[in-house]
């Protein structure tokens, strides 16, 4: 229920719900986590691994888990809603969105870590989107699609570098719209 609920509303939205009672909060994330377990693979340890290979000086932000979120739980986390961070524009060289892409404005994540990232920044999503639209839009917004990763049946890993000039039309883009996992209420 409460992932059709982040599906379903704006980051806004989201933010003022589990601002109102942090409880759902908790309630999502040990859910989410029970989930993973089944899973072959955790995007964010393939993420990692990628990480590691590149310079140690990259500044990185997680638009999702680990920095930014609905709620902070943890010290390092900041909440806000990610369509609308405290980020200076082209400070990042790494923006990673980890199966965070929930909201019907979920494309405004997406453009905010386009403002946020550097000319020649990675932009790194994981989801389990259709990739054929979804990286089209994103190249539209100003990337090239550098890497694909198709081998976990969960997620889709995308890899995109943000070209050193932009000039595209984001309200004439299309966006496919990403659908909530439906569970059967008891």
Known sequence: MLNEKLYTCTGKEALSYFSED?????????????QMLHWPEQP?????????????SLVVANFGLYSFD????????LACDMSNTPLESSSIDVAVLCLSLMGVNYQSFIQEANRVLKPGGWLLIAEGADPKVFI???????????????????????????????????????????????????
């Open 70 to 77: 609905l709620v902070a739980n943890d010290p390092s986390v």
């Open 44 to 56: 964010v340890n393939i993420i990692m691994k990628w990480l590691k290979n590149k310079s140690s």
């Open 22 to 34: 942090h409880s759902l909060f908790n309630v999502y994330h040990a859910g989410y986590q029970e």
């Open 136 to 186: 089209k839009a994103v190249c539209e917004l100003g990337f090239t699609s550098e890497l694909k990763d198709f081998r976990n049946k969960m997620f889709i890993l995308l890899y995109f570098k943000k070209k050193d000039h932009q000039s595209s039309d984001c309200k004439q883009m299309q966006w496919l719209e990403l659908n909530p996992c439906l569970y059967k209420r008891r």
